[in-house]
């Protein structure tokens, strides 16, 4: 070609490349744009028989069928989109968990940034990360992310937990058994009662530690947790033989 037209730049990389993505994207734009929808369409599903599914592309792929007015069509492409962004979210908590739980905060929170990024709603994800946070001492951002879990899942035990045992490191301990209460009329663990006895330990309740232990060691009786609890409220009580 001696003349280089505007618009022109995609078909010529892909003459130099017919397997560069980038101008095959640009082509399937051009394409759209001068409403050549048909031609379009079949750009885009060249580049989809040859690179891995993606959101990016299926969103794609639903803009353009909505402008060709194939709205089921689109619809159906939205769906998939969805569909693979949640399976991606579900992958991404699951590496960022298990790099948490290995003590590898900042590849963990990479992971779990990515999860929510692609599924905003992921209250796992986002309760993963607040537990992470909440490891590396960062509270005021872990408990942002256990808002965001409770907002996608009000009901959320371990986001309700996981919020009440960083509002006890706080010493926001009317808060803490707020939440506690809430989450104890779900459902009833040792865990929740030891995150009730320290609250009610920071704010000097030694009665309610006590029955807060036993309550919790009908369930567990072997929680050392609750027993130390139990045993320290009973010693500033002057209960030591007891304690």
Known sequence: RDVLVPG?????????????????????????????YAAASEALDAISAR????????????????S????????????EAAELAKSSADLWNKVGNSLSLSGKTDDALLCLDKAVQSDPGHWEAWCNRGATLASHGELDQATKSFDRALDARPDALAALAGKASVLARQGR????????????ASVKTPELYAIKSFAMLESDDLKGVVRAADDGLKLDEGSAELWNLRGIALKRAGKIADA
């Open 8 to 36: 022109d730049e995609p078909e010529l990389a892909l003459d130099i490349d017919p397997n560069d993505a980038s101008a095959a994207l640009g082509r399937t734009e051009s394409l759209r744009e001068s409403g050549r």
């Open 51 to 66: 690179t891995a599914p993606s959101v990016p592309l299926l969103l794609l792929k639903a803009d353009l069928l909505d």
């Open 68 to 79: 060709w007015g194939r709205e089921g069509k689109a619809v159906e492409a939205l769906d």
């Open 173 to 184: 301990h009317e808060e803490t058994l707020e939440l506690i209460g809430e989450a104890l």
